[in-house]
């Protein structure tokens, strides 16, 4: 050992030692990037203001964690290794999903959704975000057409941005999806020789614009899939959770089966940890998605659990779900509303939700949302900025806000900094 050495402390090798790690590992990535495949592209993380660990976190749309069942649960889970199906629960399973969950399922969206389907119309996946992965894989080919709202959820962008996708945007009004800018899309889309072959859309309760689909444009855009032929991705992660205002029948019953694939969840009705969700569609279909997921099967244990307590909980928990996120939503609200005279010209512009967990605001000219964020951050509110749902990573102007973590309270307290941010940046 050199003179140096011996001079050197401890720390000071450790720190040596760490740096050429971190220079050799760079080195590592460096020259393993060509051996990527192209649908691995390097994407962005979502981004939130401030952290998620701000006081007043209005980002991710979690469920409400005092709202979780977890004494139900802990019941259900006992009971269930306790009987002769607990080692089946612990085993390996249906890929399609066990087979008693998609029958309490399948009675569950007759009752709730008046739609009517076998247990074999379904394929249950780790979670809606997974199901929306594997319907995209399935029919969209690297540099083909999909067809998003303007604005749209982040996971089902990303999936087809991991394609390489071509991606088209149709805006949004208060009735939903603007099905006659679809229809002009579609049709120079056709005369291009670029014929779209999968269109995404949330008919209830937007995430992020909060509105719902009218009833005459899910009935035209049934009739389109079938004049333009392609096929519809109805994402529903949302639709039982309505405070008010008339349902609307599904896509996916007012089409042709084989036309739609729907997509629903669990996570913001039971727990979003147990990553169940389900697609349903022809079996015809489910089968070519079921071929392209490569998990060994979905979770015989969560199935049993989700089934469990479907049977025994589910309508008396979503009634209470609805009445707390109906405070919720009207807590956010009120404080907003505290923190603007009335026509004051600095107030955003937003859209009360039938439902769901979003508020979707666009803040009014002049204001930079830049500024916004940083004042926001600063008095400790997250929340994720509007380019973060538009395709082309527009829409600066917009911030979604969601209601479900927060208390009441505090939504009333987020909601007052909010448009204290907002006055700021002004």
Known sequence: ????????????????????????????????????????????????????????????????????????????????????????????????????????????????????????????????????????????????VAIVESPTFMGGLRPLRQLQARIEMVPLDEHGMRVDALEERLRSLRAAGTPAKLVYTIPNFHNPAGVDLSLDRRQRLAELAGEFDFVILEDDAYGELRFSGE????????????????????????AAGLRVGYLIGAQEVLARLNALKLDGGASPFTNRVAARWLTAHHDEHVRRLIDIYRRKRDALI????????????????????????????????????????????????AYVPGPAFFADGSGQEYLRLAWSMLSEDDLRTAGRLVAEAIHEAA
């Open 1 to 144: 050992m050199t003179t140096m050495d011996r001079t050197r402390t401890p720390e000071t090798r450790v720190i040596d030692r760490s740096q050429h790690a971190a220079a050799e590992q760079a080195d590592v990535i460096a020259a393993i990037e060509p051996l990527f495949s192209r649908i691995a592209p390097a994407l962005p993380p979502v981004q939130f203001t401030g952290t998620t660990g701000a006081r007043y976190n209005m980002g991710a749309g979690q469920p409400d964690p005092a709202s979780l069942p977890r004494r139900e649960l802990a019941e259900t889970v006992a009971s269930l290794l306790a009987s002769d199906d607990g080692p089946a629960a612990l085993m390996y399973g249906d890929a399609a999903g066990f087979l008693g969950l998609r029958e309490v399922l399948a009675e569950k969206l007759k009752h709730w959704d008046h739609i009517e389907v076998t247990p074999e119309e379904f394929l249950v996946v780790n979670g809606s975000n997974h199901g929306l992965a594997v319907v995209a894989q399935a029919f969209v080919n690297p540099g083909e």
């Open 247 to 270: 349902s609307l029948p599904s896509i996916f019953s007012l089409a042709p089966r084989g036309r739609v694939v729907r997509s629903a969840t669990l996570s913001k009705i039971l």
């Open 334 to 381: 009120a404080g907003l509303e505290s923190g603007f005279a009335p026509g004051e010209s600095l107030k955003p512009q937003w859209h009360v939700p039938d439902g769901g967990f979003f508020l979707w605001l666009k803040l009014p000219e002049g204001v930079d949302p830049t500024t916004v964020s940083r004042a926001a951050a600063n008095r400790g509110v």
